[in-house]
C-alpha cells in the first residue's frame, strides 16, 4: 500500500485546482450490497460504563450480517458486561486500565479477526444500518478507510459531517449531497478525517501502517493516523448514511455540559501533531490559533455561565502547560503492531425481523406507545417511536430503554436545523415524512404503521 504522494497523484489523477480535496466518483453502483467482509466493532471504554452498556446495546440490534465486537475497557467497563446478558460470552473483553485512548485502540486491533475493523466510542450508538453503509465503500479495492456522519445530542442534526484535515490540526469542510457513498482523495498537504467515533479501516492497513501513535493519549490521534494513510496513497470513502448517536458524556477531559476540565492533553497532541506535519517556521503559529480558539470557546462558556472567568484563565493555564511539554517531546518511532491472531467471534444480532416498525402517537399515550414499542422491540423488530404533541416545539430524538428509537416533539414543530421553525401538518403526514427521512438508516417499514 506504501506510496508516495506523487506516486498516488500518477495513480489516481491530478490534484482538483484550489489545493481540495479530490472526489475520486462514487463507491459501486449498481451491485449488491459489501456484505461478504467481516467487521470487527472496537469500542474504547474509561469510566463511563452505563454509556458502555447503551452503546452495546445499539451495536447488537446491527443488521449487517457478519461482525464481532471487541471491547477494550478499564475495571468498571468490565464489570458492567459482565452483567448484560445479551453479550455474555459472546463479545471480546480486552483489559486497559492506561488513559491512552491509541494504547487502547490499538490493543482492540490487536484482537480484531475481521478484515474491517470499524470504531464507535462508549457514548455512541449507531444506527440500525451503520456498518451496511460504512463497509460499502470497502467494495473498491483502492480504499483503506471510511468514516460517516455524526450526529449531535439532540438525536437528529448533525454534529460532524465530511470534513478535510489539516496539517496544522483544523479542518475544512468537504460537500456531499448528504445520500451518496463517495471516494475521495485529500489535498497534496492533507487527509480526508475519520472521525473516532465513526469511522473503520482495513486491518491490514492498521497492522501495515502501525495503528494508533501511543504518543497521542487524548485528540487528534486519528487524525495522525489519517495523514499516514494519505502519505501511503490510501483513499477514504466518505458515506454520509453511515450515521452513529453522539451523546458527547462527561469524561477526565470534559464535563457533561461540554465545558473543558482539562486542555493538557489538547495542547501536547497539537504540539506533537503541527511538529511532524508543519515546518518549524509555521508550528508555532499554529498553537497560537488553536489557543485563541479555546480561549474564545471558553468565553462562551462564561457568558452562558457554565464557568466563571477566573476558570478561564485556569483551563487555558491547562492548554499551555501541555503545548509546553509537548513542544519538548521527541517521540519514538511508532512502534509495531501487535497481532493476536484471534478467532472471528461473530455476533449474531438481536434483530430478528426485517423491516421497520413505526410506532406513532400523541404524547398523552406516552406509556401505551411505549409499551407496544417495547413489545415489538423484544420480538426482534427495528422499532422507532413517534410522540407527537399539538405544539411546535423542535423535536429531538433519543435510544430509549436501550432498545428502540423514541422521538419527541410538535406537530407543528421542526425536526432538522433546515425546515422552518413552524409550518402546518397532518398527523398522518407527518409521521410519513419523519419515517421518510429515517429509513435509509434504519431500513423501510412493512405496509402498516401502528398509530392512533
Not at 486497559?96 to 475493523?117: F, M, P
Not at 468514516?147 to 456531499?176: C, K, L, M, S, W
Not at 494519505?230 to 451523546?247: E, F
Request: charge should be positive.
Amino acid at each position: 500500500m506504501r506510496r508516495s504522494r506523487r506516486a498516488r497523484s500518477a495513480l489516481l489523477g491530478a490534484q482538483q485546482p484550489g489545493g481540495r480535496a479530490a472526489d475520486r466518483g462514487d463507491a459501486r453502483r449498481g451491485g449488491d450490497a459489501v456484505t461478504d467482509l467481516t467487521v470487527s466493532v472496537v469500542v474504547v471504554s474509561r469510566g463511563r460504563p452505563d454509556a458502555l452498556a447503551r452503546c452495546i446495546a445499539g451495536i447488537v440490534r446491527l443488521h449487517y450480517p457478519s461482525f464481532e465486537i471487541v471491547v477494550v475497557a478499564d475495571r468498571p467497563g468490565r464489570r458492567k458486561l459482565d452483567t448484560l446478558p445479551d453479550v455474555f460470552n459472546r463479545i471480546k473483553i480486552v483489559a486497559c486500565d492506561e488513559a491512552n485512548i491509541s494504547v487502547a485502540r490499538n490493543l482492540g486491533i490487536a484482537h480484531a479477526a475481521g478484515e474491517i475493523v470499524a470504531f464507535i466510542d462508549d457514548d455512541a450508538v449507531p444506527e440500525p444500518l451503520w456498518l451496511d453503509h460504512l463497509v460499502q465503500g470497502f467494495g473498491d479495492p483502492r480504499v483503506e478507510a471510511a468514516t460517516g456522519y455524526v450526529i449531535g445530542p439532540d438525536g437528529i442534526n448533525f454534529q460532524h459531517r465530511i470534513t478535510e484535515a489539516r496539517p496544522d490540526g483544523t479542518g475544512r469542510p468537504i460537500r456531499t449531497d448528504g445520500k451518496t457513498i463517495r471516494l475521495l482523495q485529500p489535498s497534496e498537504d492533507g487527509a480526508i478525517k475519520t472521525e473516532g467515533t465513526n469511522m473503520a479501516f482495513r486491518r491490514d492497513t492498521l497492522l501495515e501502517l502501525g495503528g494508533f501513535d501511543p504518543v497521542f493519549r487524548f485528540y487528534l490521534d486519528e487524525t495522525d493516523l489519517d495523514m499516514r494513510v494519505a502519505l501511503a496513497g490510501g483513499i477514504t470513502a466518505a458515506a454520509p448514511l453511515a450515521q452513529v448517536h453522539h451523546a458527547m458524556a462527561g469524561s477526565a477531559q470534559r464535563r457533561d455540559d461540554r465545558v473543558p476540565s482539562s486542555l493538557t492533553d489538547v495542547g501536547r497532541s497539537l504540539a506533537v501533531f503541527v511538529r511532524r506535519y508543519l515546518s518549524d517556521g509555521e508550528w508555532a503559529r499554529a498553537g497560537r490559533a488553536e489557543r485563541q480558539r479555546r480561549r474564545k470557546s471558553l468565553i462562551s462558556h462564561m457568558v452562558a455561565g457554565r464557568i466563571e472567568p477566573r476558570d478561564v484563565r485556569r483551563i487555558l493555564s491547562t492548554f499551555d502547560a501541555g503545548w509546553s511539554e509537548g513542544s519538548k517531546l521527541e517521540p519514538d518511532p511508532i512502534p509495531l503492531l501487535r497481532s493476536e491472531d484471534a478467532e472471528f467471534l461473530g455476533f449474531r444480532a438481536s434483530v430478528r425481523q426485517p423491516g421497520h416498525r413505526i410506532v406513532a402517537g400523541r404524547t398523552w399515550q406516552s406509556r401505551e406507545k411505549h409499551a407496544d414499542a417495547l413489545r415489538l422491540a423484544e420480538q426482534g423488530w427495528t422499532v422507532t417511536l413517534f410522540l407527537i404533541s399539538p405544539t411546535s416545539r423542535p423535536h429531538h430524538a433519543a435510544y430509549a430503554n436501550k432498545m428502540y428509537w423514541c422521538q419527541r416533539g410538535g406537530l407543528f414543530g421542526r425536526s432538522t436545523r433546515q425546515e422552518p421553525h413552524r409550518r402546518s401538518w397532518r398527523f398522518d403526514a407527518r409521521i410519513r415524512a419523519e419515517q421518510l427521512r429515517l429509513s435509509p438508516v434504519r431500513g423501510s417499514p412493512p405496509a402498516e404503521v401502528d398509530k392512533h
